[in-house]
């Protein structure tokens, strides 16, 4: 019997990288996920491969910054499997490091666009449902950026902090009806992320790199997939509202 054994998860963003790993350690667990990415081919590619693998999947193409698109991801989602139990809020993008003088405003729109007002609507269409079905579990995917100040960009901090802040309103709000919202904070994990990054303002990346040696390793996907299956287990049902770093001891120091 696995840890999710006929759980329903959502999991944004889960077309390559972290997102990927979280929805494959899921599905080994016994649940059946929903692969919910922009990028269509990627999206594609992974459902191809879960099935071939014998797990239960099904993509939708989603935009997470588009309303439309995250209502019909939902309505697809319980259409398909009859509910949704677990939502991971992990799609998520760079700031190319801008430091707060060079922020340019098409970056802050966007990566505010993707990073928080996703996170948001994503939130806000799970909520009822999950009251609906008697509880719920969340698991945002923050960065060390949301909990320390200086490990990233101006913008990309400023968006991490309010995942942060949107973990700890939920759990407060909702922890009484059974739902469970709490994020995890990576350091530095080995994903397609940072190649994303473009144009890279050379001060922010200094200032953000000075402390880097503290760092004793970086993660793997599955570092961070292993803590979002513990997270949306029964193995932390009393946590709600909690920021768990990973981050090789870069902020320990
Ligand atoms: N890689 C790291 O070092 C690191 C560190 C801390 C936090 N994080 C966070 O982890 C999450 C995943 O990062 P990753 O390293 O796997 O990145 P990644 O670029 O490898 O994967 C991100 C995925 O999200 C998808 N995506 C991006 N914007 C989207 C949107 N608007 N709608 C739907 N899908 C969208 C992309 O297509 C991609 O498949 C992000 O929220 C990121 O901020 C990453």
Not at 117 to 130: K, N, S
Not at 193 to 204: E, H, P
Request: include cysteine.
């Amino acid at each position: 019997m696995g840890l999710l054994e006929n759980k329903v998860a959502i999991i944004t963003g889960s077309g390559s990288g972290i997102g990927k790993e979280v929805a494959l350690t899921y599905a080994k667990e016994g649940a059946k996920v929903v692969i919910a990415d922009f990028n269509e081919e990627a999206l594609q590619v992974t459902v191809g491969e879960f099935r071939e693998a014998g797990y239960t999947a099904h993509g939708v193409k989603v935009n997470v910054v588009n309303e439309e698109d995250v209502k019909n991801m939902f309505a697809e989602a319980i259409s398909v499997f009859g509910q949704v139990d677990i939502l991971v809020n992990n799609a998520g993008i760079g700031d190319n490091m801008q430091a707060a003088a060079n922020v340019q405003d098409e970056t802050w729109n966007r990566v505010m666009d993707i990073n928080v007002t996703g996170v948001m609507r994503c939130i806000r269409q799970a909520l009822p449902h999950f009251e609906q079905i008697g509880g719920g579990i969340i698991v945002n995917m923050a960065s060390l950026s949301g909990v320390a100040g200086g490990r990233g960009g101006f913008t990309y901090t400023a968006a991490k902090h309010a995942v942060v802040g949107m973990t700890k309103n939920v759990a407060s709000h909702y922890g009484e009806m059974n739902i469970r919202a709490n994020a995890i904070a990576p350091g530095n994990v080995e994903t397609g992320f940072s190649a994303k990054m473009t144009n890279i303002d050379q001060f922010g990346m200094k200032q953000a790199l000075r402390g880097v040696s503290y760092m004793t390793k970086s993660g793997k996907p599955s570092d961070i997939a292993n803590i979002a299956l513990f997270l949306a287990s029964e193995q932390s049902s009393l946590m709600n509202g909690t920021v768990l770093v990973a981050d090789g001891g870069w902020s320990a120091y």
